[in-house]
C-alpha cells in the first residue's frame, strides 16, 4: 500500500459513484454536511494500493491535544454509516492495511461504523487492538422491484394498514425545502417528549439531548448538501402534519430519520404509508437496498422493520483507545441512568 493522502478534488465522488455499495453517508456531499455542522474538520484519506486501487475513507475530527486531533470517526456518532469505499471492491488485506494505518496515527480515539451488509469482511479482517461493539441494523433488498416486494415481502397485516392509511385521507409530500424540514422538526421534538417517557427520562434532560445530536440546522445542512438525494417525506391528515421520515438517496437507500405526534399519528398508520411509499421511490431510483438503520435492542422496533421484509444482518462497530475512554463513558452512562431511571429499549 501507498501513503494515505488527502483526496485531489474530485476523486472522492469519483470513488464514491463507481463503489456499488457505497451509502449515501460515504459520499462528498454528506461529508459536507458533516462539516457544516461546525463540529468536526474533514481529514478524509485517500488510499492507493498496488495496481492502481484507490480508497477513500471518509473521516472527520474533533477536539485537540498537544495540536493533534483527539478523535476521528467514520462517520461522527449520529450520523449514519462509514468506512472506506474503493473503485474496485476492497478484500480483508486491503481493509486490513487501512486499519493498520489509522492506528499509528496519533489519535487518542478512532471509532469506525461500517455499512451493516460488510460485517463478514469486517470480521475478518480487523487487526488485533480495536475494539468491536456488536450491533443490528435492519436491511430490507430491493433488487426484486416493488411490486414483488409488495407482494412477497411485505406482510399482509403491513398491506391491510398501508391501505387503511389512505383510506383515512392521509397524504404524503416530499421533497428537501426548509418548509418540509420544519414540519419534520417540530414532530422530532414531539418524539423527543415521548421518548422521554418511555424511557423514564426527564423531559428536559430528553430535550437537550436530542437538539443537540439533532439540531435543525443539522438538517438543513443535510439538504442543502444533499439536494434531491435528501428526502423529507410529512404525513398529513386534514392539512396538519402527523408524521415524517428522512431517507437519503444514492446507490443504496438509507431511512436515517422518523417522527410523529403519536396521538395523530398512531391510528392513522401514517408510517406504514411513508415507508411503503419511500421504498417504492428507491426502488425507481434503481437503489439495490433499502437500509432502516439501527435497531437496537428494541423487540417492537424489529418487529417494525420485518414487517416491511427487512432482514436483522448482526454487526460491529469498532474503536480504537490509546486510553480507556469507552470503558469510562460507559461506566458514566450506566451509573447516570440507574441515578433517574433510564430504561432502555
Not at 437500509?291 to 422496533?301: P, Q, R, V
Request: hydrophobic share 40%; with cysteine.
Amino acid at each position: 500500500m501507498g501513503s494515505a493522502t488527502t483526496p485531489l478534488p474530485g476523486v472522492w465522488g469519483a470513488i464514491y459513484a463507481t463503489d456499488r455499495n457505497a451509502l449515501p453517508s460515504q459520499s462528498p456531499e454528506w461529508g459536507a454536511a458533516v462539516t457544516a455542522s461546525g463540529r468536526y474538520s474533514d481529514q478524509t484519506l485517500c488510499y492507493e494500493f498496488s495496481g492502481g486501487r484507490r480508497a477513500i475513507l471518509p473521516l472527520f475530527c474533533s477536539g485537540s491535544i498537544f495540536g493533534q486531533y483527539a478523535s476521528a470517526a467514520s462517520p461522527p456518532n449520529a450520523w449514519g454509516f462509514g468506512g472506506p469505499i474503493a473503485d474496485v471492491a476492497l478484500d480483508a488485506a486491503h481493509l486490513n492495511a487501512i486499519l493498520r494505518d489509522l492506528a499509528n496515527r496519533f489519535f487518542m480515539r478512532i471509532q469506525l461504523r461500517p455499512n451493516p451488509l460488510a460485517a463478514t469482511l469486517w470480521a475478518e479482517a480487523v487487526p488485533t487492538g480495536w475494539i468491536s461493539r456488536p450491533r443490528l441494523a435492519h436491511v430490507l433488498d430491493l433488487s426484486t422491484g416493488y411490486e414483488a416486494i409488495w407482494k412477497s415481502c411485505f406482510r399482509a397485516d403491513t398491506r391491510t394498514r398501508i391501505r387503511r392509511a389512505q383510506r383515512a385521507g392521509v397524504e404524503v409530500e416530499t421533497g428537501q425545502d426548509e418548509r418540509l424540514v420544519d414540519e419534520f422538526h417540530l414532530l422530532l421534538q414531539k418524539s423527543f417528549e415521548r421518548w422521554a417517557h418511555i424511557q423514564r427520562e426527564p423531559s428536559a434532560l430528553a430535550r437537550w439531548r436530542g437538539l443537540r445530536r439533532d439540531p435543525r440546522s443539522k438538517f438543513i445542512g443535510m439538504a442543502t448538501a444533499m439536494g434531491s438525494n435528501f428526502r423529507v417525506s410529512v404525513a398529513r391528515l386534514g392539512g396538519v402534519p402527523i408524521a415524517a421520515i428522512v431517507v437519503l438517496m444514492g446507490r443504496q437507500a438509507h431511512y436515517t430519520r422518523g417522527a410523529m405526534d403519536e396521538n395523530l399519528a398512531g391510528p392513522t398508520y401514517a408510517n406504514y404509508l411513508l415507508h411503503s411509499m419511500a421504498i417504492k421511490d428507491a426502488c425507481d431510483r434503481g437503489c439495490t437496498h433499502y437500509h432502516l438503520g439501527e435497531t437496537g435492542n428494541s423487540a417492537s422496533l424489529a418487529q417494525f422493520k420485518s414487517r416491511f421484509g427487512a432482514v436483522a444482518v448482526p454487526y460491529a462497530e469498532y474503536f480504537r483507545e490509546r486510553l480507556p475512554v469507552s470503558a469510562i463513558d460507559g461506566a458514566a452512562r450506566r451509573l447516570v441512568k440507574r441515578l433517574i431511571g433510564f430504561r432502555d429499549g
